[in-house]
């Protein structure tokens, strides 16, 4: 083999191989602010809920990849979706309002989940959350901003930091919204 075959192969390969690495974070750590928001506004009247159905509009990327690195992995072992539905859960039981009996169920919807590695990053995700009392619900969304990188491995691996804290503005909205307590009737 000549020079300019060796460096082709080896330049394809490593290509080849950098288009198969996968960018992964670490479990959800629940927001104190979410948490003490989710008390006050069902604690006081003894109301519980727990999770319903989660799911993805049609045309919501649930396997992002990112800047040919390969997939996105948000959290070990788990869909985006997986994990919004996940840390809505964890926030309600720290929060002591989580009843897996409870006949009130809060159904979330991603109507849009998308990101920016380029420039100024950014997650921009919109939820619906609806349940049986209130079953139009009402739209939540969140554009969080975090800084990205030139090298493709950084900017990847800041796109799957930010998504926790994209994950919980979102859920803060969800509380905070005065459409929240019909939602919880």
């Known amino acids: ?42 604690q006081e009247s003894g109301k519980t ?20 690195m ?11 979706v997986e994990f919004i539905e996940s840390a809505l859960k964890e926030e309600l039981f720290e929060a002591g309002v989580y009843d897996n009996a409870s006949s009130n169920a809060i159904n979330g919807n991603i109507k849009e989940m998308k990101f920016n590695s380029f420039g100024t990053g950014k997650w921009t995700i919109n ?15 969140t554009e969080y901003s975090f800084k990205t990188s030139y ?10 930091d930010a998504f926790t804290p994209a994950v919980q503005d979102l859920l803060s909205k969800v509380v905070a919204s005065p459409d929240f307590v019909k939602l919880t009737k």
């Open 1 to 42: 083999m000549d020079i300019k075959t060796i460096a082709i192969t080896v330049i394809a390969g490593t290509a080849l191989l950098a288009g198969c690495e996968t960018t992964s974070s670490r479990p959800y750590k629940a927001s104190t602010d979410n948490i003490l928001a989710f008390q006050d506004a069902l």
């Open 49 to 68: 809920v727990k999770i319903g159905n989660f799911s993805a509009s049609e045309g919501v990327d649930t396997s992002p990849t990112c800047r040919m």
């Open 70 to 80: 390969g997939a996105l992995e948000v959290s070990p072992g788990k869909s985006p």
């Open 127 to 141: 939820m619906n959350v609806s349940s049986a009392n209130m079953p139009n619900g009402y739209d939540v969304s």
């Open 151 to 160: 090298s493709a491995i950084k900017a990847c691996q800041n796109v799957v």
